[in-house]
């Protein structure tokens, strides 16, 4: 080991001792009298009719939403941001990663980074932001593979790095495979390994974020799901799989959130499917979101509102590994929206809420915000006592990760160790 690395040890270790004397080291000892838990049981008063939840102490960050609103409009976006706010307020979310939809080639412009950034500025604790759907998403979709050349790849580059730039904790949202599930909604399809999103890997790896991709499950070829209409769908769905892991390979620096887990729309998107991804990629993320889809057998809730038990192993086995995702879209006139094959509307009680409260406590935290402090690099405004003790030493392994990526001191949670920290540290 070099001199240089011998002092960036040192004050990694440094930096842990500092923190554990500032909270104690008692609060590392098991104290099996009284555990660390986090109330998640909302409390509900109806006033005019409206559901409020009161939210002392509970956290959550909401990874994947979006504003609908027209970027014409100078006040259409302040409309649909107090939306978002009301609607935080009233189900209890601290803060919300907002991002474009996935536009397609026609649409490519409508807004992006640039729009969103503005609306961060004004509430940098309640909002950040995650782009690229629609400037990247439009690029990769309208070039096909064997059509990119030097010359596209850097212009690619020079906007994705302007995004970064602008602010943005993240590429989102991107698709390889988007169903169109109403009239007006797009239905787009591009291999995950696209050589724009090998780029793109390659650019969220050297920034450190990570990249937001919506894709169904398609392991094989197989015929369009029934409830689905063609066109724009195509009556063939081709295997994306294969692809799909050769953009997890290509770099494992870069951190890859398939969101929408839980929300099937093939039937494949399994708990078994997802659990042999996660065993082989170590850089692979999952944002949750509970709305019904097409195959409600693969929810994390069964009909009866009860967590089904697969779930709850497949998070214990990757505590580390999975966000909420909502899918929101918060409009000018105070609408919220949920994009669904079944067109349902949101429920009286958020299934936030539900899904965490059913989750052991030691979980709901991880899921609910402690993994995305990580993930994404975000702040939060939570106390210092709102952050469990184990997360103490998350917080230090992530800044030693950030700040002297040639050392890997990912205690506790080894597996955040990147191939290329193990390879150099």
């Known amino acids: 080991m070099s001199m240089q690395r011998k002092w960036k040890l040192i004050a990694v270790l440094v930096l842990t001792l500092v923190i554990l004397g500032a909270v104690g080291w008692q609060q590392f000892v098991p104290q099996p009298t009284q555990p660390k838990t986090i109330t998640i049981t909302p409390v509900v008063t109806t006033i005019s009719g409206s559901q409020t939840i ?28 107090k939306t978002a706010l009301e609607n935080m307020e009233k189900i209890g979310i601290q803060k919300t990663l907002i991002m474009p939809p996935p536009f397609p080639a026609r649409f490519a412009g409508t807004y992006d980074h640039k729009e969103l950034a503005m609306i961060t500025k004004k509430y940098p604790g309640r909002f950040a932001v995650l782009a690229a759907g629609g400037s990247l998403n439009p690029m990769i979709h309208s070039t096909r593979p064997e059509e990119v050349t030097p010359d596209i790849k850097r212009s690619f580059q020079e906007i994705a790095e302007g995004i970064i730039r602008n602010g943005a904790v993240g590429f989102g949202e991107t698709t390889a495979e988007h169903f169109s599930l109403h009239a007006g909604h797009p239905y787009l399809s591009a291999p995950p390994d696209h050589p724009l999103f ?37 009556k063939t769905l081709r295997e994306n799989m294969a692809a799909f892991e050769r953009l997890l390979s290509y770099n494992r620096n870069a951190r890859v959130i398939w969101a929408h887990a839980g929300w099937d729309n093939t039937g494949y998107r399994t708990v078994a499917l997802m659990q042999q991804l996660l065993q082989r990629h170590p850089n692979l993320y999952m944002s949750i979101k509970i709305q019904k889809p097409l195959f409600p057998e693969n929810m994390p809730l069964n009909e009866k509102g009860d967590i089904r038990p697969e779930w709850v192993d497949l998070i214990r086995s990757f505590p580390d590994r999975f ?56 702040k939060t405004d939570s106390a210092p006592w709102q952050i469990s003790s184990g997360s103490l030493l998350d917080i230090v392994c992530t800044f030693a990760d950030n700040t002297y990526p040639s050392v890997c001191c990912c205690v506790p949670n080894p597996d955040r160790c990147t191939r290329q920290h193990r390879a150099t540290g």
Not at 58 to 79: C, K, M, N, Y
Not at 328 to 346: L, N
Not at 347 to 373: G, Q, T
């Open 54 to 81: 009161a939210q002392p102490d509970r956290i959550v960050i909401d990874t994947h939403a979006h504003l609908q609103w027209d970027p014409g409009s100078e006040s259409s976006s302040d409309l649909a941001v």
């Open 198 to 234: 090998l780029l793109l890997a390659e650019i969220a790896a050297n920034n450190n974020v990570p990249i937001d991709l919506h894709m169904e499950a398609i392991p094989q070829d197989m015929l369009l799901p029934k409830e689905l209409d063609s066109p724009p769908n195509p």
């Open 323 to 378: 966000v909420i995702g909502s899918d929101t879209f918060y409009g000018v006139a105070g609408e919220v929206m949920w994009r669904t094959p079944s067109g349902e509307t949101p429920p009286k009680e958020n299934p936030i809420w539900v899904f965490l409260r059913k989750l052991p406590p030691d979980l709901a935290r991880k899921v609910a915000y402690e993994n995305v402090i990580w993930i994404y690099n975000v």
